[in-house]
């Protein structure tokens, strides 16, 4: 089996960031080794855009191999593996039952390491079974929880008939006046469904700036 030393991973149950949206708060983990294996290219577009399941027999191959980076004591994750293409890396960690339970991209330094390493490694018959379609998320990772915070607010606001605070961020979104919140609500919301925008992100700074202010 091929290994691969010293990466970072941030491990993330839905979707897999790319490093570019790699915030401060999240929970990195130091890899001291973890599993290699390289896969043909349309089986990394399965996993990649799939949710997947693995044999029984690959995760006894994998199993207690990938080691966490600590100083004291040795912790290990119990199935853990980067899979790669040859132009591609994906980490990926599962279950008892090989289902994978979170994903993680890597910094671009340590992709291209394991790309120059991998580039004279022979291809795995990679065995497993596609349960479902990713329903992936084009948007940013930063739009993503933009849209989610002003949703939570609007949301808040209508059901509690807070009309003042409605009107005043309609306006500053907008630079209109409106006195119904319902139109002020579904307006927004619809908003919302739409493609993320120079004037929902100003919305998206008035909100959290409402909340500096009190």
């Excluded at 990195?28 to 577009?45: A, G, N, R, S, Y």
């Excluded at 990938?66 to 980067?82: F, G, S």
């Excluded at 490694?121 to 596609?130: G, T």
């Excluded at 009309?163 to 309609?170: I, M, R, S």
Aim: proline fraction near 1%; aromatic fraction near 14%.
């Amino acid at each position: 089996m091929n290994y691969y030393y010293d990466i970072i991973l941030n491990w993330s149950e839905n979707q897999e960031y790319e490093f570019y949206e790699w915030n401060d708060t999240d929970y990195l983990e130091l890899i001291k080794k973890i599993p290699l294996m390289k896969i043909k290219h349309k089986d990394f577009v399965n996993v990649l855009t799939n949710k997947i399941k693995v044999s029984e027999d690959f995760l006894k191959e994998i199993k207690d191999k990938t080691l966490l980076n600590t100083k004291k004591v040795i912790n290990k994750i119990e199935y853990a593996c980067l899979i790669t293409d040859g132009k591609n890396v994906l980490a990926l960690e599962f279950n008892k039952e090989g289902l994978v339970i979170s994903r993680s991209k890597l910094l671009v330094d340590d992709e291209l390491g394991i790309l120059e390493f991998a580039y004279n490694l022979k291809e795995i018959i990679f065995i497993y079974e596609i349960i479902s379609p990713l329903e992936y998320n084009f948007y940013l990772r930063q739009e993503r929880e933009a849209k989610h915070l002003i949703l939570l607010e609007i949301n808040n606001l209508y059901q509690n008939k807070d009309k003042a605070k409605l009107k005043y961020l309609y306006y500053e979104y907008k630079e209109e006046t409106l006195d119904d919140i319902n139109l002020i609500y579904h307006n927004i919301i619809e908003d919302l469904d739409k493609d993320f925008n120079k004037d929902l992100l100003k919305l998206y700074y008035v909100i959290k700036l409402s909340y500096h202010n009190v």
